[in-house]
């Protein structure tokens, strides 16, 4: 199961909301200005694109590319927390969906390569500093509360050992 018409609707808005979500941990992980919380999302934007330009073997996230290009983003509850402080431990939650989905309708190589895509997305998230120019950044030496961040994200999605193989690279 790897293209949208074999999810139900809530499922598939977990799974095509998943970058978004990955970058509203990271983003709610430290108290950023205005414009380089902006920046970040544009991050995730620039990595869904580079993505799209360079192919993926991952059906799933083709199809997720594809959805997104036509223009359709998902749905999401109405109880979603108003509160800011909230917001992070709500999506961390998603998080924690999206991993118990894959891991129940996915094949595990197309589970793996889209939790190993959001984990890249992250990375790119993090690069963002907080000047808002894009360098290259380790993650290891990327700020304390970001790198609690991509662990608690990683914890989430079920990704130790990608975000672990990503910081050994």
């Known amino acids: 199961m790897t293209i949208q018409s074999d999810y139900h609707r809530h499922e598939w808005d977990l799974i095509l909301g998943a ?3 990955v970058a509203l941990v990271l983003i709610q992980a430290h108290p950023y200005r205005q414009q380089v919380a902006h920046q970040k999302m544009c991050a995730v934007i620039a990595a869904i694109e580079e993505t799209r330009s360079q192919g993926s073997a991952s059906e799933l996230i083709r199809s997720v590319i594809s ?3 036509a223009g359709q983003s ?10 800011l402080g909230d917001i992070r431990l ?6 924690r969906q999206v991993a118990t989905l894959l891991a129940q309708k996915v094949p595990d ?3 793996e390569a889209y939790t190993h895509w959001l984990m890249r997305i992250a990375q ?3 690069t963002v500093p907080e000047d808002g120019v894009f360098q290259p950044c380790d993650p290891v030496g990327c700020h304390r509360r970001q790198r ?3 662990e608690d994200l990683a914890a989430a ?3 130790q050992s990608i975000y672990d193989r990503m910081r050994a690279s």
């Open 19 to 21: 970058p978004g979500l």
């Open 67 to 69: 959805t997104e290009r």
């Open 74 to 83: 998902p749905l999401w509850p109405t109880e979603y927390p108003r509160d």
């Open 90 to 95: 709500w999506a961390l939650y998603a998080c």
């Open 109 to 111: 190589a197309e589970a």
């Open 124 to 126: 790119r998230v993090v």
């Open 148 to 150: 609690s961040a991509l």
């Open 157 to 159: 999605l079920d990704a």
